[in-house]
């Protein structure tokens, strides 16, 4: 009986251990720096540049979305410019997410960024402070003439002095962190210095996967580390939000389990024009209703050009029980 008490407290005494040091190897190596290279910008104030830039931010890149203060979705969704000042939250288990403040002002906007930084933060989700950003802005594979365009933009908007706290970390976040989970992203190839806008799989591949992120959400993946577990655009991710669960459909063209392979291009580009439908669903609609014909076009096209695989996601909107 002595001999396992003994062996129990061995036991626990190593468990606790591991503990602590598992503890304090979190506490000492999550705040890392990380360093990438800064990206060339050509900021210009050409018109036809600074509207690609406006319709990019509101529109398929959907800065707007997560760059506005949730109050003004209306204003936005009725296609008012609302300032990129920031003040949403975005509660999730690694951290208390808090999207920056945007526009110009020297104090609490990007005016205290160089042009050079916050490209950085596209191309290589490394912050202007060195961290690591979690992956809500895939833009790595962006090409020079959009990247330009975006920062162009977001330097002509008037200033506004809103300061916005740092993101906050749990322990699951700074030990996903510390575990080097989450890594800075970096462009495949040489980005593309422009495309043609026009109707075709390629510019559509470009929209899903490195401007509107369709990919990032359409996929299996793992929440905690962003990390892609099965194929592209075969759907399945669940958001756990306020008012229920919300579960992306398979964009595949598989005939049984692919919504895509139900629809007409009529009916996505009608779909998605429509915007929301689902009050809390985490898909930007408000921003992709903005996207202009051909755009989605090339997006249905692109699609449909996927192989075909087989998921079946039953329903994509689970809503909570009120109870009265
Ligand atoms: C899905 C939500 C989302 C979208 C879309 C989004 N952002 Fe962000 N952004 C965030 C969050 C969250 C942070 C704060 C991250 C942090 O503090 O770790 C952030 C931070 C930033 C930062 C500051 C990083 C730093 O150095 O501290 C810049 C610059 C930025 N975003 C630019 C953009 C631009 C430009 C776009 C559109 C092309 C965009 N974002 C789209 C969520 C988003
Ligand atoms: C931030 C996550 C997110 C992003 C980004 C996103 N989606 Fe979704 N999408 C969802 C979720 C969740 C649903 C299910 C709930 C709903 O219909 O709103 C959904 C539903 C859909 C539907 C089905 C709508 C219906 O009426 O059944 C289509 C089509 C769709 N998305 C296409 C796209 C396309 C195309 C893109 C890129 C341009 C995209 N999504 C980007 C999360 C996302």
Redesign the pocket.
């Known amino acids: 009986m002595k001999k396992v008490i003994k062996i129990l407290g061995y036991l626990i005494g190593g468990l606790a251990l591991i503990a602590v040091g598992f503890f304090a190897f979190v506490s000492l190596t999550w705040e890392k720096k990380f360093d990438a290279p800064y990206p060339t910008v050509s900021i210009s104030s050409d018109s036809t540049v600074l509207a690609r830039g406006q319709y ?2 509101y529109g398929p ?3 707007a ?3 506005i203060d949730p109050n003004d979705y209306e204003a936005m969704s009725a296609g008012q410019l609302v300032p990129l000042a920031g003040g949403a939250d ?1 509660i999730i288990p690694p951290a208390h ?4 403040n ?1 526009t110009p002002d020297k104090e609490t906007g ?1 005016g205290a ?1 160089t042009d050079e ?2 490209a950085r ?2 191309r290589y989700g490394v ?3 060195g ?1 690591v ?2 992956p ?2 895939p ?1 790595e594979n962006m090409t020079e003439y959009d990247l330009n365009a ?1 920062i162009s933009f ?1 330097r002509s908007q008037p200033p506004v002095n809103r300061k916005i706290e ?2 906050e970390y749990t322990f699951l976040g700074k030990a996903v962190i510390a575990a080097g989970l989450i890594k800075p992203i970096a462009p495949s190839s040489t980005p593309a210095k422009d495309m043609k806008q026009e109707a075709s799989v390629v510019y559509g591949e470009y929209l899903a996967n490195s401007v509107a992120n369709c990919a990032g959400c359409h996929s299996p993946r793992d929440l905690k580390t962003g990390e892609f577990t099965g194929p592209k655009f075969s759907g399945g991710l669940a958001f756990e939000e306020v008012s229920g669960t919300f579960i992306t459909p398979n964009l595949t063209p598989d005939p049984e389990t692919g919504l895509l392979a139900k629809w007409t291009e009529a009916s996505f580009i009608q779909r998605l024009k429509a915007g929301l439908v689902h009050e809390g669903t985490p898909m930007p609609w408000s921003s992709f209703a903005m996207m202009d014909e051909v755009d989605l076009k090339a997006i249905y096209m692109y699609l449909n050009s996927l192989p075909p695989t087989k998921n079946l996601v039953a329903q994509t909107v689970i809503r909570k029980e009120t109870e009265e």
């Open positions: 990019l931010v890149a959907h800065c979305t997560c760059h975005l997410f808090r999207p920056r945007l990007i960024l930084e916050v933060v596209m912050g202007h402070d961290r950003i979690f809500f802005m833009f975006i977001l740092p993101t």
